[in-house]
């Protein structure tokens, strides 16, 4: 009886195959193949007709990249004071909004030395159409660059900075593609140190578009025999209230301190209470001020001076100014100038002086942001001022340090 068992085991095995094989050349008759294809693009094209804008321009720029259609690969060239960056194509064929367009993300090591290090001095994004050799603003949306902050101060050999602030250089976007630091000054990179860049497209004006578009991304640079005094950005982000219970209600709100957000998921922060707020919201018809303290944000532990100041801010702002609530005075206002003919912001003032402004630590600062908005339709915002202060702390630290010797 045992002897039978493994007998009889195969000969169910030998029929179970046969019939799994019967089955699998019906399904693989053309005309099931045929269907289950028709049904796979029909059940894909529903799914994706209810994305959101952004989330169209996301799979679009995946499935032309992934299958050749379009260019889909960054071209990076090395000099001894420059890094530039050029992404691959993006379909432009569609009105997108702030934040909506289709993007390119690289994974840069933007300094390959083991053992040297870089100063970055400046950055520069431009955005050029097809068949043209000059940079657009109208299709600039923003270029982030982002570093990784456990690898930043892990190579630096200053591990408690971990995780201390959030890690982004800085942001270019419409009205503002260039920021240049001042003379002396610069961000330390150390050998292997990676980043992150992120460049999105923007088309607020031309509703039948199709053309493809390219972001050129350029960083000046110096090597480290030139011992510049290390500057540490800072983000500060003007934070809105909004209805916790209800965040998606259609009515902009009966209570004019509340905003109605926008994309909580990834554009929300913590207030000093902990509190999440709105970082991106709808900007409502007409003319509006906002403030939000952000002293919690600027993490001062002695005082210092800003070296460079830059402002990421959506079409429609006109001022955005740091402001100082104990001495009750301007620290300094970001002028925005916005195009009459079209959405669009024309240029966005920065800052850069050796001198610098002073930035106290027993102070309390406020960003005020005024905006007009002329029209009915649908409008957005986001307000976020860039300083650049000189890091005492890392200058002496890296005078301690090989890398300056």
């Known amino acids: 009886m045992n002897n039978s068992q493994p007998g009889s085991l195969l000969r169910l095995c030998i029929l179970a195959l046969r019939n799994f094989n019967v089955k699998l050349k019906r399904l693989l008759r053309p005309k099931v193949i045929l269907a289950l294809i028709l049904f796979g693009i029909i059940a894909g094209l529903i799914w994706y007709s209810q994305l959101s804008n952004r989330h169209k321009a996301i799979v679009k720029t995946y499935i032309l ?31 997108y909004q702030s ?28 955005v050029y159409r097809e068949g043209t050799t000059e940079h657009n603003n109208d299709f600039l949306c923003h270029t982030n660059i982002d570093f990784f902050n456990g690898v930043h101060y892990k190579n630096l050999k200053l591990p408690k900075r971990i ?81 916790h219970d209800n965040p998606d209600h259609p009515e902009q709100s009966d209570d004019p301190n509340l905003c109605l957000p926008l994309d909580l998921k ?17 900007l409502p018809k007409g003319e509006h001020l906002y403030a939000f303290e952000v002293t919690y944000q600027l993490q001062l532990s002695e005082d210092t001076r800003i070296h460079a100041m830059a402002a990421h801010l959506h079409p429609d702002a006109q001022q955005f100014t740091l402001y100082d609530l104990t001495d009750a005075k301007e620290v300094y206002t970001i002028e925005c100038e916005n195009y009459e003919e079209k959405i669009g912001l024309r240029n966005v003032s ?56």
């Open 65 to 95: 990249h992934g299958l050749r259609i379009i260019d889909h690969d960054w071209e990076i060239a090395r000099s001894d004071t420059n890094i530039t960056l050029e992404s691959p194509d993006l379909l432009v064929d569609n009105i």
């Open 99 to 126: 934040m909506d367009g289709p993007q390119a993300i690289l994974n840069l090591e933007l300094n390959p030395e083991e053992d040297q290090l870089k100063w970055i001095t400046g950055f520069k994004a431009e």
């Open 163 to 243: 995780n201390s602030q959030y890690p982004r250089l800085g942001t270019l976007s419409n009205g503002i593609n260039e920021l240049n630091f001042p003379e002396g000054f610069g961000f330390p990179v150390a050998g292997k140190d990676a980043f992150i860049i992120a460049s999105r497209t923007l088309n607020h004006n031309i509703e039948d578009a199709f053309f493809k578009v390219k972001h050129k991304i350029e960083f000046k640079t110096e090597s480290s025999d030139k011992h510049l005094k290390p500057l540490v950005p800072k983000a500060l982000v003007l934070l809105q209230d909004y209805n």
């Open 266 to 282: 990834n554009h929300s922060f913590p207030n000093e209470e902990g509190v999440r707020f709105a970082a991106h919201w709808v």
């Open 350 to 405: 920065t800052y850069s002086s050796e001198e610098g402004i002073p930035l106290y630590k027993d102070h309390r600062y406020e960003l005020r942001l005024r905006t007009h908005n002329p029209s009915e339709e649908f409008r957005d915002m986001m307000a976020v001022l860039f300083l650049y202060v000189y890091d005492r702390e890392m200058d002496e630290h890296l005078q301690r340090t090989n890398y300056l010797n």
